[in-house]
């Protein structure tokens, strides 16, 4: 009986075999085609790519078969299915091309505005990639064909065969998954790709395939996270050097915040991750005071995300302001700007100090995509408007030309403790999109410029892609670029100069107004890039840097402006640091009191760890260069000095602080942290005994000491 049985699932399986076989090449086809059209090798395709095709194989299969009465019907059903996989792949091309990186599941809530914001744009990406989309379209069309013809195979496979294809497809996944543990369970591994809340979805499409990780990250979004590859635990800083001292600095510990006893705050909560966060906290070691804290106490600031903007806009000839801007003030010389894509994120950082989710966070249904919308209604007193005006008393402004709606920074904004204007609620532009940075500029400066003290905000649009005429922006300045520019150009990079030479020209603006109203030597502008400028082509890129450089580290080193026209000489800092860092740095640097345990950035000046961090977990120490997707790590010090051992132990401890910082910043999000902490401590008492303090009589010879802070 076991024999026939055996024999009649044998042949019921026989019957749908070519189908089966059909749909597995194919879906390798599109893998290993948008594969290599993205990373330009097939070389190091994870094998794990073709095997989670099995089970996506056999579901294609159980949607679809033939039959005797309904070949035509089903032969079209077929057709549509390829078309609509084939749309997929083609969807996940031009997102690729246009924003550079693949489409996340979470971020499928932004498609309907992306597509009516970015339509010009989109038109010429998909000229220019016609034919790959015929090629990824290729089997669906070729199966419409042969239906059309009649030339469907003769074969079914029945209810029995439908149940065993829908039997296979739990039965193959779950036996790939329960394999990848063989393969090792570091966060590099596949198995780490599959399982971690954290991963971005670039680095884990590459090691589990690019359909098989929407899946799995349309399973994070719509059930949440069943294991986490990367925990928050105890910090601990390994020093490299054995005989190594910590800089003795003669400074105490700032005392606004002395209350904030994070283990007594993890027995307030019972939710285990909040306990988590507070236990974490806890073990973490606040910065201390630093020369340069309160070297801008008192003056104005202007804190402007730049709309694509990177060191590759500012040349001497080209952009003169950004020049002048870029290398004086506070030099940094090791800024990377994390994320390649998305403004929405790199604006959040630059805010808040604190890590956007890049990977598979949950939908949440009725909110606005991405960390920046999830913020909404959530305490986010941490956030540079809410610290101004919560110990300076200042309203702080901001301004963005282009809608509020999109994105949603008509409510983000406000939470973080702005008062907008935007395009159409404020102010008025001669174009839609892009719009002038120049113009946005000449219609808010008269806001603030004659308040005794302000901060404004800015988040520009002039500099956004494509670097084509197509944009209106590049349009307006191509040809004073032309006159300018004293070598040839690839056409993406004179677009790109010219797109942000309307920043230039605002800047320009900005300085001038500032300077008759002898306001420039007391203001601090700060000025950085959202993301990597992706529209830029690989020639106009590196025509633009001189040099070919590495994707991984060297395409993210940036430029953050920190100038004010008052100091007397440059301050060079060459600790690497990122968008996070930067927030932290100009409280630091404005006396602001603030916890820098809730912060995933660090002062710049500060003696914590300084590791520019990229969004997708790799970094960059004063010592390593630390690959996550492949787990390599390239040494930038003299390794035959150092025992393995101690150098592991550095490379670990760095990899454990990154992956707290980020751990900690989805968990603040998720949580609403920020409320739990200050709901049980009173931060208003902060300011009130700040401002007891100032009112303090202080001797003569210590009038210019800063006051006791914790950053």
Not at 102 to 120: C, P, Q, R, Y
Not at 213 to 229: A, D, P, Q
Not at 303 to 308: G, K, L, N, T
Request: hydrophobic residues 40%.
């Amino acid at each position: 009986m076991n024999n026939g049985f055996v024999s009649r699932l044998r042949e019921s399986l026989q019957t749908p075999l070519k189908n089966l076989l059909s749909y597995f090449l194919i879906l390798m086809y599109w893998e290993l085609l948008l594969y290599y059209e993205l990373h330009k090798t097939l070389m190091d395709l994870s094998y794990w790519n073709i095997l989670f095709m099995i089970p996506i194989s056999f579901l294609l299969a159980f949607l679809n078969d033939y039959s005797e009465r309904h070949k035509k019907i089903d032969g079209l059903w077929k057709a549509l299915i390829l078309l609509a996989f084939g749309l997929f792949y083609v969807g996940d091309l031009i997102y690729y091309k246009s924003f550079g990186s693949l489409v996340s599941a979470s971020m499928i809530g932004m498609g309907t505005d992306a597509i009516n914001s970015f339509w010009w744009s989109l038109r010429t990406t998909l000229s220019d990639n016609a034919s790959l989309i015929v090629m990824f379209e290729l089997p669906g069309l070729v199966q419409l064909i042969l239906t059309l013809l009649g030339k469907n195979p003769d074969y079914s496979y029945g209810f029995k065969g439908h149940l065993a294809m829908l039997a296979l497809v739990f039965v193959t996944w779950f036996g790939v998954v329960q394999a990848l543990p063989l393969a090792g369970t570091a966060d590099h591994t596949a198995y780490g790709a599959y399982y971690s809340r954290y991963i971005d979805t670039d680095t884990a499409s590459r090691k589990l395939g690019v359909l098989p990780n929407f899946i799995v990250e349309l399973r994070y979004s719509l059930f949440g996270s069943t294991k986490n590859s990367s925990t928050l635990q105890a910090n601990e800083e390994v020093a490299i050097e054995e005989t190594a001292q910590k800089e003795k600095l003669d400074v105490i510990q700032y005392n606004e915040y002395e209350e904030l006893d994070f283990a007594a705050l993890a027995q307030l909560s019972d939710d285990e991750t909040i306990k988590t966060l507070c236990e974490y906290l806890a073990s973490v070691n606040p910065s201390k005071q630093n020369e340069y804290t309160g070297l801008f106490e008192g003056y104005n600031l202007i804190y402007i995300c730049a709309e694509s903007f990177s060191s590759l806009a500012i040349d001497e000839t080209v952009t003169p302001v950004l020049y002048k801007m870029a290398n004086n003030g506070i030099v940094l010389n090791n800024y990377y700007n994390s994320f390649r894509n998305t403004t929405t994120n790199g604006e959040y950082a630059f805010l808040t100090g604190v890590w956007p989710d890049v990977a598979r966070q949950e939908t949440n249904m009725g909110k606005i995509t991405g960390t920046m919308g999830q913020s909404i209604g959530k305490d986010m007193s941490t956030a540079l408007g809410n610290m101004f005006d919560l110990f300076e008393g200042l309203d702080s402004r901001a301004y963005h030309n282009y809608y509020g709606s999109y994105y949603g920074r008509n409510k983000t904004l406000p939470n973080m403790g702005f008062t907008c204007q935007f395009m159409n609620d404020g102010m008025k532009f001669t174009t839609a999109w892009p719009a002038s940075d120049l113009e946005m500029m000449e219609q808010s400066v008269d806001d603030y410029i004659n308040d005794d003290q302000f901060v404004t905000y800015y988040m520009t649009f002039s500099g956004h892609g494509n670097y084509t005429t197509d944009n209106v922006m590049v349009a307006r300045n191509i040809k004073t670029v032309n006159s300018l520019l004293d070598e040839y150009l690839p056409t993406s990079a004179v677009g790109y100069l010219a797109a942000n030479y309307e920043l230039e020209k605002a800047m320009d603006y900005l300085l001038q107004r500032l300077e008759e109203a002898g306001k420039l030597d007391n203001t601090v502008i700060v000025l950085t890039g959202d993301h990597y400028p992706y529209y830029l082509t690989d020639h106009g890129y590196e025509s633009l840097r001189g040099e070919s450089v590495d994707e991984n580290f060297g395409s993210f080193k940036s430029s953050c402006i920190i100038y004010n026209a008052g100091l007397e000489e440059k301050i060079e800092v060459d600790a690497p640091c990122c968008n996070v860092d930067i927030l932290p740095t100009i409280l630091n640097l404005f006396g602001i009191p603030y916890d820098s345990r809730l912060y995933a950035g660090t002062d710049i000046f500060g003696s914590g760890v300084h590791i520019a961090q990229i969004y997708n977990r790799n970094f960059v120490t004063d010592k390593v260069m630390y690959n996550y997707a492949t787990g390599k790590a390239t040494w930038l010090i003299d390794t035959e000095k150092y025992d393995e051992q101690r150098l592991n132990s550095y490379l670990e401890s760095m990899i454990s602080i990154v992956n707290n910082r980020y751990a900690l910043s989805i968990g603040i999000e998720e949580t609403d942290f920020y409320a739990f902490v200050f709901d049980n401590f009173d931060l208003y008492s902060v300011k009130e005994k700040k401002i007891e303090e100032e009112t303090v009589e202080v001797p003569e010879e210590k009038a210019g000491e800063s006051i006791t802070q914790l950053s």
